[in-house]
């Protein structure tokens, strides 16, 4: 069992910052990929980006690439999502997720653990 608790979010104005940070706890994540998904109001879920632990290799989803960068904190078993040049389109719930089993990192199916969320609102 992994369980994760994300936190950091919070209203933000177009142009601006936040980092969000998922703090795992139950199990090392070095047999995981960690990501990032979201899901804006009246919207599916969608990918955002993904850490792999294990080698810190990264992937982004094309409309965040150049804006969000995520990172990863071994000694605290802990993950982030560095969010700048934030856009109203970018207001959602943000999920941190694991996966194990490292395929397709952008299927939100493949991924086995979930946070509950936290809030991203961003205002023009």
């Known amino acids: 069992q992994v369980q994760l608790v994300e936190s950091g979010g919070g209203f933000v104005q177009a142009g601006g910052s936040l980092r969000l940070s998922c703090a795992a706890s139950?199990?090392?994540?070095?047999?995981?990929?960690m990501g990032w998904f979201r899901q804006g109001p009246g919207k599916e879920r969608e990918f955002v980006a993904t850490?792999?632990?294990?080698?810190?290799?990264?992937y982004y989803a094309d409309s965040v690439k150049g804006r969000f960068t995520i990172s990863r904190d071994n000694s605290k078993n802990t993950v982030f999502l560095q969010m700048s040049s934030l856009k109203p389109e970018d207001t959602a719930v943000y999920y941190c997720?694991?996966?194990?089993?490292?395929?397709?990192?952008?299927?939100?199916?493949?991924?086995?653990?979930w946070g509950q969320g936290t809030q991203i609102t961003v205002s023009s």
């Open positions: 997720a694991a996966d194990r089993l490292g395929i397709n990192y952008s299927n939100e199916a493949e991924y086995e653990y």
């Open positions: 139950g199990r090392a994540l070095s047999s995981y990929a």
């Open positions: 850490i792999v632990y294990s080698s810190g290799r990264t």
